[in-house]
């Protein structure tokens, strides 16, 4: 005689299995294609059975789903696919790395990782309008040098426009992933560069190279600047150290 289990299924002792198999389910019929963006899922009652678990754990596993925005649950009609919202991705990212010694260095591996690729792919895929737009960062980076803030900011979303013009969902969407981490480590260097002059010249000379290379559309060459733009970047970042060491009363 156990009266306290008798409403409870065998699965909601062991809750962990039931929801694994709910996620399963989910993911499955999604990367079959079975499932798309706005389709209704079955019935919870239907959906409990066909998966073996009680209806109060689907019910709590729905709602993981729904706030990492992969179910839309609305209320009197069901739930329904969501569409995936990539700042729960972001959100991971950086809560994750954020707790990594060296995020910064370790950051700039993956960004030269996927901005190579990317600029490449722009060069064979970007359209007018995306010239445009990277242009029109450029510009924007030119007019805000003085303000690390602004300047750091400019300066990422040149980047991001690149990325945007390879056109490859998978890029841009590691890249948004990883976008918090990238501005706030764009708005530091920034911070260490933005007083000295030489450094100022050459950040932006090294951003226009970078531009004509996808504007001419050489893939190798576009590959070749934006790497050396990096390099110049943690030289930049070394050589304004050293400036603020040696002018800045450190001595002894
Ligand atoms: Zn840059």
């Not at 030269?112 to 960062?137: H, N, P, V, W, Y």
């Not at 030119?142 to 013009?165: C, W, Y």
């Not at 000379?205 to 390099?231: K, M, N, T, W, Y």
């Amino acid at each position: 005689m156990e009266p306290m289990n008798e409403t409870a299924t065998k699965d909601e002792q062991d809750p962990q299995t039931g929801s694994e198999r709910v996620f399963a389910f989910f993911r499955g019929k999604v990367l079959s294609g079975e499932l798309r963006t706005g389709d209704r899922l079955p019935a919870e009652r239907d959906l409990a059975a066909q998966l073996n678990v009680g209806r109060p754990l689907l019910r709590e596993t729905m709602r993981s789903l729904a706030m990492l925005g992969l179910v839309d649950i609305r209320h009197g009609s069901g739930a329904f696919v969501g569409k995936a919202d990539i700042s729960v991705l972001t959100n991971f990212f950086t809560f994750s790395l954020a707790q990594e010694q060296n995020v910064s260095e370790d950051i700039m591996q993956a960004r030269m990782a996927i901005e190579c690729q990317a600029i490449r792919l722009a060069c064979e895929r970007a359209t007018d309008s995306d010239l445009d737009r990277i242009g029109g960062c450029l510009t924007a980076l030119i007019n805000t040098l003085s303000d690390p803030e602004k300047g750091g900011m400019a300066d990422f979303r040149f980047h991001a426009a690149i990325v945007q013009a390879s056109h490859s969902q998978a890029l841009i969407t590691l890249y948004k992933a990883i976008s918090e981490l990238l501005m706030q480590n764009h708005v530091e260097r920034r911070q260490v560069t933005h007083k000295t002059p030489k450094v100022i010249d050459d950040l932006v000379e090294s951003h226009r190279q970078v531009f004509l290379s996808i504007v001419e559309g050489d893939g190798d060459a576009a590959d070749h600047r934006l790497r050396e733009h990096f390099a110049i970047g943690d030289e930049l970042r070394r050589k304004s150290i050293i400036a603020a060491f040696s002018s800045g009363g450190m001595a002894e």
